[in-house]
């Protein structure tokens, strides 16, 4: 089985700073990449950013305040988030996209999420 479990969520101050972690676990044989998404109340879920070998990649609304980064050799990924707003209030869900064997195809995983509030 595979587990992301992110952490680093919490109550901030608008203006804050917020590092998100999530680390991958389990039967793992390759991750081709990993993203993290935020679900606000009432809202749809929504891609913030993601990352694979090749770079990384942001929704042009996060893009400046939020940086994206991984640790390969810890099958990790990071969400450093930054002049934090209150309409940043969500849950930020980690999600991957990776192998469990070399035999089968790339397969979707999500984390339970961590809640970050933002207070104005």
């Known amino acids: 089985q595979v587990q992301l479990v992110e952490s680093g969520g919490g109550l901030e101050q608008a203006g804050g700073s917020l590092r998100l972690s999530c680390v991958a676990s389990?039967?793992?044989?390759?991750?081709?990449?990993m993203a993290w998404y935020r679900q606000a109340p009432g809202k749809q879920r929504e891609r913030i950013a993601g990352?694979?070998?090749?770079?990384?990649d942001y929704a042009d609304s996060q893009k400046g305040r939020f940086i994206i980064s991984g640790d390969t050799a810890k099958n990790m990924v990071y969400l450093q988030m930054n002049s934090l707003k209150p309409e940043d209030t969500a849950v930020y869900y980690c999600?991957?996209?990776?192998?469990?064997?070399?035999?089968?195809?790339?397969?979707?995983?999500w984390g339970q999420g961590t809640q970050v509030t933002v207070s104005s």
């Open positions: 999600y991957a996209v990776l192998r469990t064997t070399i035999l089968q195809d790339p397969s979707p995983y």
């Open positions: 389990g039967r793992i044989f390759s991750i081709n990449s």
């Open positions: 990352i694979t070998s090749g770079g990384t």
